[in-house]
Structure formats: structure tokens, C-alpha cells
């Protein structure tokens, strides 16, 4: 079983930084995709970022060029760097992690972006 525990969420001012960390325990392959979801209050959840082994990433359009993800298959970490952030990107942040058909989803941290 993969447990995802998510790190690094706080509050913090337009045009400010985070950096989320997720560490997995459990077995996970680095041929498998990891990556990072938000939802907003009132929202349905999206997608951030993905990455698979090769380092290969895809963003959502709202965070290409701010966000940057990448891992770390030997430390079994996944991370998100989230510059020039706005209030829109206040949402609480997910891990995830998939192994064929089966997700895996970490408890969640808040990101909040006010003054």
C-alpha cells in the first residue's frame, strides 16, 4: 500500500514562494507518474503538475512558467516550487501518485496567497 504525506503549505503573499515536498512510503516504481492536483473552495480538483521517470512534466496552463515539479525516485519525494504566486492559486494541494489503474492521493496541504 502507497501512503503520500504532503509538506510545505502555508500562507503567504502575492508574488511570494512555496516549495510543497511529498514523501511516499509503500513500494512505488519511477516508471509510474507522480504529480500534484489543487482544489479551490467551490471547485472541482485540477491538475498542477505531472512528471514521470524520465523527468518528462506537463503544468496546467495557469502555472506554466511560476511552477516547477520534480522527484526524487531514490528519496521516493515528489516536489512542487511555486513562484509569483497569485491569490487565484490558493486551493489545498494533493499529491498523487498512480500504479496502473490505482491512485493514490495524499491528506492534502493549504496553500493560501492574501495580503
Known amino acids: 500500500q502507497v501512503q503520500l504525506v504532503e509538506s510545505g503549505g502555508g500562507l503567504v503573499q502575492p508574488g511570494g514562494s512555496l516549495r510543497l515536498s511529498c514523501t511516499a512510503s509503500?513500494?512505488?516504481?519511477?516508471?509510474?507518474?507522480m504529480g500534484w492536483y489543487r482544489q479551490a473552495p467551490g471547485k472541482q480538483r485540477e491538475l498542477v503538475a505531472t512528471?514521470?521517470?524520465?523527468?518528462?512534466?506537463n503544468y496546467a496552463s495557469a502555472v506554466k512558467g511560476r511552477f516547477t515539479i520534480s522527484r526524487d525516485d531514490a528519496q521516493k519525494t515528489v516536489s512542487l516550487q511555486m513562484n509569483s504566486l497569485y491569490a487565484e492559486d490558493t486551493a489545498v494541494y494533493y499529491c498523487?501518485?498512480?500504479?496502473?489503474?490505482?491512485?493514490?492521493w495524499g491528506q492534502g496541504t493549504q496553500v493560501t496567497v492574501s495580503s
Open positions: 498523487y501518485y498512480r500504479r496502473w489503474t490505482n491512485e493514490y
Open positions: 509503500g513500494e512505488i516504481f519511477s516508471f509510474d507518474p
Open positions: 512528471i514521470d521517470s524520465l523527468s518528462n512534466s
